[in-house]
């Protein structure tokens, strides 16, 4: 694909598609390490970010994605609201006012999303957060030089799916799964996973 302003909120489309299709496994997830609001909060989160791209489509990637973050900060709430908006603002500032982005776009605005992330809420990997998911989609696409969008984000789709899953292992180090202590290990983390989604559905739209 080309990778437009109107491919950037189409990607957010099939994110929202998708995170409406995981709603209840996301809740399920967090019910079982957190407080059980994970698949609501990014559903209600992602269901507005479709009204924002409804009302106007900015012109711009990197537009797109900030008004997705604005929106997000304001309506997710909990820890994955700031996080989620953090990234997709970072995102948006690292990708200027191109309007095109290519493979190497996609790297730096992966790269500053992680980066915001980990600016914000201070885990590391191996802390049980979609910082697990995150470091290796960005690792993933930094490492597939010369593929094309489509190429590199399937890259990192597959890490990220990996990434969360190793995160069943775990011991919660961050976030409210953290006040579980040793018997947050055996599941799989709910942000992370719905960063695989996301990352998934970005790589889906740009096929
Ligand atoms: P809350 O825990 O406030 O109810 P959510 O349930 O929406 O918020 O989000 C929980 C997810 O947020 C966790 O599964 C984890 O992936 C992520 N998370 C929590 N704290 C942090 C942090 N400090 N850094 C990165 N991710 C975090
Ligand atoms: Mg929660
Ligand atoms: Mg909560």
Redesign the pocket.
């Known amino acids: 694909m080309g990778c437009s302003a109107t491919d950037i909120a189409e990607a957010l489309r099939s994110a929202a598609a998708v995170i409406d299709e995981h709603r209840d496994e996301l809740v399920e997830l967090?019910r079982e390490i957190?407080?059980?609001?994970?698949g609501e909060?990014m559903k209600r989160g992602f269901t507005a970010v479709l009204s924002t791209l409804d009302t106007a489509v900015p012109d711009t990637p990197g537009a797109v994605l900030k008004v997705a973050a604005t929106t997000l900060i304001s309506k997710v709430?909990?820890?994955a609201g700031p996080l989620y908006g953090t990234a997709f603002l970072r995102a948006a500032t690292a990708l200027g006012d191109r309007s095109e982005l290519d493979a190497a776009d996609v790297a730096t605005a992966l790269r500053a999303a992680l980066e915001g992330v980990q600016a914000r809420g201070k885990a590391e990997q191996g802390d049980k957060t979609m910082v697990d998911a995150l470091v290796p989609a960005v690792a993933a696409v930094e490492a597939a030089k010369g593929g094309s969008v489509a190429e590199v984000l399937a890259a990192a789709a597959d890490a990220a799916d990996e990434g969360a899953r190793s995160t069943v292992d775990l011991v919660a180090r961050k976030g409210?799964a953290s006040y579980l202590g040793e018997r947050s290990a055996g599941h799989l983390d709910p942000g992370a996973r719905s960063t695989a989604l996301l990352v998934r559905s970005f790589a889906e739209a740009a096929k």
């Not at 957190?34 to 994970?38: K, P, S, V």
Request: hydrophobic share 10%; aromatic share 0%.
């Open positions: 967090d957190g407080d059980g609001d994970h909060n709430g909990g820890a409210r």
